[in-house]
C-alpha cells in the first residue's frame, strides 16, 4: 500500500523549489487511463454515510472544507457532484425547503493574483485561451479542476482564487516568514495579512510526520529504487538529493502562509455575503483532523461553521482507514487507489 494520501497532498509543499510543471504525475499517461472508479462514504467515526448525508449536513454550515489527493480522478469526479448537488439543494431557484443561498467555489489550485483574470473568464470577458494563458492553472485542469469552473460558470457563482502566489511561499521557503515584510503593498494584498497565523502543535506533529514519511520515500518509485547512473558517485541508490530538506521549519511556514491566505480570502467573501455557503477545494493535508486552513479561519473569523470531507484513495474501500489520532474529518470518502495516476503509472512500470 502506498503512503497515505496525506503525504501525496503535502509534497507540493515540501518542494517548493520543483517547477510547477514537474509536479504532474502522469507524463504518458493517456486520459481513456484516467477515470474515477468506487468509492464508499463514510462518517468521522467509520460508520456508513452517504452522499446524501453529506449534502444534508452542507446545509447546516457555513464552510465545507473538501480535501483532495491531487492524482485520484475519483476524488475530482465527486468534487464536482458535491458542487452540483450543494447548487441543486441550497442554492438554485428550485431549492425545496427555504430561500436559496449563494453557494461560491474556494480553490487551492488557483493563485489570488489571478482572481481578475478569474473574473473576467467567468463574467465572459475573456476567452477560455486567454484566461489559461494568464491565469497558470493548475496541471491536468482539463480533466480535474475545468469541470468545476465550467459549471460556476454557467450557474454564476463566485469562485475564490484562493492560494498565496507560489513565488511569496518559496521566498519563505528561503528566507523565512519576517521575509514577507520587504513585499510591497500590491504583493502584500493577495497574501494574509501580515503577520499571519503560528501552526498549531498538533499541525506541527502532523507535518513532522509527514516529513518523515517523505525522507523514506525519496529515492523510491512504485516501490523500488530510482537508479540514477548519473549520479552514481554521489551516494548510494535511493539517497536524497543534498540539502532536500534544507530550512524544514520555513518549509512549514510556507504551509502555514497558504492555509492562512486561504482561510482569509474565505473569510472575505463570507464577509461580502454572510449567506453564503462556501465549498473549498483543496489538497487533504490542509485541512486533515481540523487543523492547517480550518484553525487559521477560526483566527479571522471566530465560530464560523464548517465540516470536513476527507477524500482518502486506499487499497480497499470497505476497509475504513481510522486517523492516526482523532478523525479524518466529518465525512471520508475513500476512493479507489487503483485508479490513481501514481497506480497507472506503477502498472506500467511492472508491464
Not at 17 to 31: H, R, Y
Not at 196 to 204: F, L, M, V
Not at 211 to 229: A, L, Q, R, T, W
Not at 247 to 261: E, F, Y
Request: a negative charge; charged letters at 20%.
Amino acid at each position: 500500500m502506498r503512503l497515505p494520501s496525506l503525504l501525496a497532498t503535502a509534497t507540493t509543499a515540501v518542494f517548493l523549489a520543483t517547477p510547477l510543471a514537474a509536479q504532474d504525475s502522469s507524463p504518458g499517461v493517456g486520459d481513456s487511463s484516467y477515470v474515477a472508479g468506487d468509492y464508499q462514504v463514510y462518517s468521522g467515526d467509520g460508520t456508513a454515510a452517504s452522499i446524501d448525508d453529506i449534502v444534508a449536513a452542507m446545509a447546516t454550515v457555513d464552510v465545507v472544507f473538501i480535501g483532495e489527493t491531487h492524482d485520484d480522478p475519483t476524488g475530482h469526479f465527486l468534487e464536482v457532484e458535491l458542487l452540483r448537488r450543494a447548487y441543486q439543494t441550497i442554492g438554485s431557484d428550485t431549492t425545496a425547503e427555504g430561500e436559496p443561498r449563494s453557494v461560491a467555489l474556494s480553490l487551492e489550485f488557483f493563485q489570488r493574483d489571478a482572481q481578475p483574470i478569474l473574473d473576467e473568464y467567468l463574467a465572459g470577458l475573456i476567452t477560455e485561451k486567454a484566461f489559461l494563458a494568464a491565469s497558470r492553472p493548475w496541471p491536468r485542469y482539463d480533466t480535474d479542476y475545468r469541470p468545476l469552473i465550467e459549471f460556476a460558470k454557467d450557474q454564476d457563482l463566485a469562485v475564490v482564487a484562493g492560494n498565496a502566489p507560489r513565488r511569496y511561499a518559496n521566498r519563505v521557503t528561503r528566507l523565512g516568514r519576517e521575509s514577507l515584510n520587504a513585499l510591497g503593498p500590491g504583493a502584500l494584498a493577495t497574501l494574509a495579512p501580515l503577520p499571519y497565523g503560528q501552526p498549531s502543535k498538533a499541525y506541527r506533529d502532523q507535518w513532522i510526520q509527514v516529513i518523515m514519511e517523505v525522507m523514506e520515500e525519496e529515492g523510491m518509485k512504485c516501490g523500488k529504487p530510482i537508479i540514477d547512473s548519473t549520479q552514481a558517485d554521489s551516494g548510494a541508490a535511493g539517497d536524497p538529493p543534498p540539502s532536500a530538506h534544507g530550512n524544514m521549519g520555513n518549509q512549514l511556514h510556507s504551509q502555514v502562509l497558504w492555509d492562512a491566505t486561504m482561510a482569509f480570502w474565505i473569510n472575505d467573501h463570507l464577509v461580502r455575503r454572510p449567506d453564503a455557503l462556501v465549498l473549498h477545494m483543496v489538497g487533504s493535508f490542509h485541512v486533515a483532523r481540523g487543523t492547517g486552513i480550518p484553525e487559521q479561519l477560526e483566527r479571522y473569523r471566530p465560530g464560523t461553521s464548517s465540516i470536513i470531507v476527507m477524500m482518502r484513495a486506499v487499497e480497499d474501500i470497505n476497509t475504513f482507514e481510522a486517523a492516526p489520532s482523532g478523525t479524518w474529518g466529518d465525512f471520508v470518502i475513500q476512493t479507489d487507489e487503483s485508479h490513481t495516476l501514481e497506480a497507472i503509472e506503477c502498472r506500467g512500470e511492472e508491464g
